[in-house]
């Protein structure tokens, strides 16, 4: 032993007794009592923000819809109870195409400011160029081509104008298509035209209705969905609320480019839908400096794979599209 | 400082506590400071006895803890003197006292930390690692410098072989 270890054992002997062992207990129950406090604290606070900003909370979402735009077929009836046969690959080959394109160009044309709900439904009918010429003008060299008409309301800011004109609108949309799908030309209208004068008419389903097969949680999402349209919805003078949506299954990586959010588990699949409309958000989250909430004429809500929803926005309207195929969804009265 | 057998925080607690308060009392000088920062450390190393107790070293580990709380609290308490002169506590004599123990306090700080580690707190090379965040043979390397400075007062019937 050597003089530090002997004085070490002298200056053991005048150690002060601590605290026992059972005080240290009581201490230690103590902070996991408050440890668990206070991340309950912060657990709720979380809730409360998460639910008020988001989803499930009564009263958080202030929604204005606007009067809809007119939806009338060319009989001048609802396009949803227009008897009009499907239309099926066996008369129209390129089906998948026409749609494809019809809805991107439907998405990209749809009024921002009038759309309660993208129109889910088309008209369309096999002819010729000289019969399409005789009402829109154009080649009439007996051409086979395929009218599609879609009834809403639309602007098209690409479309070519006058200058100083403001951008072409209407509320029927016509796309010319070719018999290989491609499309040959599009038209704004005032009034939808009667498509039974160029031959046969069928009806066009542009985005098919969701099924629990394909998406298992889908009724849980509507439901969230319409309770956060329906429980916040400001009704106005002669508005009607969306009663209907549009849902894709994604993944995070691609939903990130339209959204941001977080960059953790890109590959996730996902499940968004959106709504139009024109909404307000009062209680949504803003700059400190905001003077006005947010608005937008479409709310996007994300899904992870279980149906839970973890992400919600308010803005312009997003084609769908672009993330994977897009399906209809009705949302429970 | 004996390893003795970490079943029971009780036996455990009361094998240790003295030698890590020395330790911590002869690195600080300030009694207070040190019951403080030990009682600290045992505290948090009740609250997580199921994971403490079976580490390479609990005794390492919760003197390391020790250690840090014990930095912790003299940064603070220098910074408040900073601060606050008027309301710093007045100079205070060292503890424990004696030429030895003003030997140890002059050594760099990395030295006097090993030598108290090994020498007060009793623990083994291994162990003085663990505490210290550094390589076994810096542990090593620093109590031989540290030995060579201290000469005489390191020098007993057990200095021949002290490496555990």
Known sequence: MNVLER????????VPTGPSAGDLRRRARVRRARRVGAVATVAVVFAVLAIAAMLQSPGSHQVRVVEPAPMTSTTGGPIAVTPLPLATTKEFPPLAKIIASLTGTVRSNTDPKAVVENPTSAEIVATTDTKAYAIWGGTHDDKPIYVAQVTGSFVCDTCP??????SPHGVALTVWFGTDGHTGGLGLAQRPTDL????????????????TEQFPALASMAEIVSNNVRTDYRAQPGSTRPTSGEIVETTRGRAFSLFGGSTDNLDAHIYVIEVFGNFTCDECSRPSNAVAAPQGNSLHLLFDATGRGYGFGIGEPIDLSTLGTVYRVELPG | MRLVAVNDFDEWYADQRPRVYLSLLALSGDADLAADATDEAFTRAVTQWKRVRVMESPGG???????????????????EARLLPR??????????????????????????????????????EPDIAIAMGIARGTVASTLAAARERLGEVLTGDDLEEDVR
């Open chain 1, 7 to 14: 004085l070490v054992t002298e200056e053991l002997t005048r």
């Open chain 1, 161 to 166: 104008r006058p200058e100083g004109a403001s």
């Open chain 1, 196 to 211: 039974s004068q160029l031959g046969t008419v069928y009806r066009l389903e542009l985005t098919p209705l969701a099924t």
């Open chain 2, 61 to 79: 580990w919760t003197q390391r803890v020790a250690l840090n709380v014990l930095r912790r609290r003299l940064r603070r308490r220098r910074f």
């Open chain 2, 87 to 124: 309301l710093a506590s007045t100079e205070h004599e060292l503890m424990p006292t004696g030429e030895v123990w003003d030997l140890v306090r002059a050594l760099p700080d990395r030295q006097r930390v090993a030598v108290v580690l090994r020498y007060v707190a009793d623990l083994t």
